[in-house]
């Protein structure tokens, strides 16, 4: 089974300053997506961005990016020019692409970000 | 963007009693929803999947006869707690996702039941 570790329970930026949650996880599987969604205190579940686990290329959303290691079953979440409205709880997510949909998510325990003004 | 509508936000029961939880999709049809459950402070543990038409998939450890799932229609998937008991309060969320393959899942707002 799938599973996905996040490290940091909380972490705390300076506003305007740079951020990188830390992600890994660990699956069998060769085609798959890895998520990381945000948080606020409503607990609206946000997308912040995807990849997709056959692209190289690392994902990037305006000022959100990931480092996304495949070999390393790492997926880290960079935040640039943090932003007070980023304070929320960010988890790291996996799902397993059978082609057919059906797959729910499976979520790290998440990270709450502190940003500092 | 896709539209997850989840009622009620909020329900406090009595602990015997069912209680039921609507997800709908407003603005898309929806092949697969999920129903997730997140303890305070923890994460989201995904405890079913439902096709339209179909009978509920149950993860690990979910039992289907407490957690009663229906996806009678490409909009609509309820939850039914039955028999409430107080180890039964969470917070329930939904997701619902248009089509297959690598389309994204969207969020309910989701639903905190606090059974007494």
């Known amino acids: 089974a799938q599973t996905v570790t996040q490290s940091q329970p909380e972490m705390s930026v300076q506003e305007a300053e740079t951020v990188t949650l830390s992600c890994t996880y660990d699956?069998?599987?060769?085609?798959?997506?890895l998520f990381w969604y945000k948080q606020p205190p409503s607990r609206q579940m946000i997308l912040v961005i995807r990849?997709?686990?056959?692209?190289?290329q690392n994902a990037t959303e305006n000022r959100f990016s990931v480092n996304f290691q495949k070999a390393a079953k790492s997926f880290s979440l960079k935040i640039s020019d943090s932003q007070l409205g980023d304070a929320a709880m960010y988890f790291c997510?996996?799902?397993?692409?059978?082609?057919?949909?059906?797959?729910?998510?499976?979520f790290g325990k998440g990270t709450h970000l502190i940003i500092q003004p | 963007g896709a539209v997850v509508s989840q009622h009620p936000s909020r329900v406090i029961c009595k602990s015997g009693t069912s209680v039921k939880i609507e997800c709908r999709s407003l603005?898309?049809?929806?092949?697969?929803m999920f129903w997730y459950r997140q303890f305070p402070k923890q994460s989201l543990m995904l405890m079913a999947t439902?096709?339209?038409?179909?009978?509920?998939?149950?993860e690990q450890g979910v039992e289907k006869d407490k957690f009663l799932i229906n996806h009678a229609s490409l909009t609509l998937s309820t939850l039914t707690v039955t028999s409430a008991h107080p180890e039964d309060s969470s917070f329930y969320i939904c997701?619902?996702?248009?089509?297959?393959?690598?389309?994204?899942?969207?969020f309910g707002q989701g639903t905190r039941l606090t059974v007494v």
């Open positions: 997701s619902a996702r248009r089509g297959s393959g690598n389309t994204e899942a969207f």
């Open positions: 997510a996996y799902r397993r692409d059978s082609g057919g949909g059906a797959d729910g998510l499976t």
């Open positions: 699956t069998s599987e060769s085609d798959y997506y």
């Open positions: 439902s096709n339209e038409g179909s009978k509920a998939t149950y």
């Open positions: 990849q997709e686990a056959y692209k190289q």
């Open positions: 603005d898309f049809q929806a092949t697969t």
